[in-house]
Nanobody, 116 residues
Framework: QLQLVESGGGLVQPGGSLRLTCAAS????????MAWYRQTPGKEREFVAN???????TYADSVKGRFTASRDNTKYMVYLQMNNLKPEDTAVYYC??????????WGQGTPVTVSP
């Protein structure tokens, strides 16, 4: 059964960078879409970015040009490179796997705080 574990979150100053990692317990080579979402207290979880099995990426307007999603199917890993971070990027970031014949799988999240 697929499990996802995020890491790489932390405290960073505005303008700084972080690289989030999502480690899968099984191969992700056949998973159509891997995605990143984020959530702040009192708000719904929102889409950040996704990447298809072939490497096509899509981004939320709020992060376009600053964040880059990538995946390494051979290492069962998905990444989110976040540059020029802003205080409004503060959130818990979640990795999600879109499966073909079952419900999506979520990780437990990794917190990101952008503050001076």
């Amino acid at each position: 059964q697929l499990q996802l574990v995020e890491s790489g979150g932390g405290l960073v100053q505005p303008g700084g960078s972080l690289r989030l990692t999502c480690a899968a317990s099984t191969s992700i080579s056949t998973i159509p879409v891997m995605a990143w979402y984020r959530q702040t207290p009192g708000k719904e979880r929102e889409f950040v970015a996704n990447i298809t099995r072939r490497g096509t990426t899509t981004y939320a307007d709020s992060v376009k040009g600053r964040f880059t999603a990538s995946r390494d199917n051979t290492k069962y890993m998905v990444y989110l490179q976040m540059n020029n971070l802003k205080p409004e990027d503060t959130a818990v970031y979640y990795c999600r796997a879109t499966l073909i014949f079952s419900d999506p799988v979520w990780g437990q999240g990794t917190p990101v705080t952008v503050s001076p």
